[in-house]
């Protein structure tokens, strides 16, 4: 599906020069001489690398659908992770650095969504929230009960975020995978 260079938004994933490409930011500039234009930020979904491009309205560019597929994590292998369509039962192995920082968050037997262009698996989506166990958490401070107020934890994945005091080892919560913070205990 075409669209116009100003109707781009962040998010979209376009097709420009051979590549696939996810909008990062946009934005629309209306100068005093000349046609208005909509400068883009933008990542390259194959291979990573960041571009900015200035499209007038004038200039149209592919605007390309993903298909997703759920599957399920099996094991890593080395610097691969393998996963599973659940219909099929056929495996795939993908690039760990394809999660991002996500990754350490990766459970064994977690449902995913890959996301595919072309039949090629071009990134993995993992569920926006998971349960965790608090494996260390800082002593409150007394005095410092105020509920703003947020201390260090580590999880038993090894991540490391700011968690309310209330909050001891051993306790099982649940966390945002994409923005590594605590959404609330686990019920």
């Known amino acids: 599906m075409k669209i116009s260079g100003v109707d781009i938004r962040p998010g979209n994933i376009i097709e420009y020069e051979g590549g696939i490409w996810k909008v990062a930011k946009i934005q629309h500039t209306q100068p ?3 046609g208005a234009y909509m400068q883009v930020e933008m990542k390259n979904l194959i291979d990573g690398r960041k571009t900015n491009v200035r499209f007038r309205s ?9 298909e997703t597929q759920e599957y399920q994590f099996l094991y890593e292998d080395g610097d691969m992770l393998v996963f599973m369509d ?4 056929e495996q795939i192995s993908l690039p760990s650095d394809l999660l991002g920082d996500a990754r350490p968050f990766l459970q064994d ?8 262009w072309e039949e090629r698996p071009i990134s993995v989506q993992l569920p926006n929230q998971i349960e965790a166990e608090i494996v260390e958490a800082d002593a409150v401070i007394k005095g410092q009960t105020a509920s703003s107020s947020y201390k260090p ?11 309310p005091p209330h909050i001891e080892s051993g306790t099982r919560i649940i966390v945002d995978v994409y923005e590594q913070s605590y959404v609330g205990k686990a019920g």
């Not at 004038?58 to 993903?66: G, H, I, N, Q």
């Not at 659940?86 to 039962?89: E, H, R």
């Not at 934890?153 to 968690?163: E, S, T």
Request: hydrophobic share 45%; aromatic share 2%; proline share 0%.
């Open 58 to 66: 004038a200039d149209t560019v592919e605007k390309v659908r993903l």
């Open 109 to 116: 037997g977690m449902q995913v969504q890959l996301e595919l």
């Open 32 to 34: 005093g001489k000349g």
């Open 86 to 89: 659940g219909d099929t039962f």
């Open 153 to 163: 934890a580590v999880l038993d994945n090894g991540v490391r975020i700011m968690v």
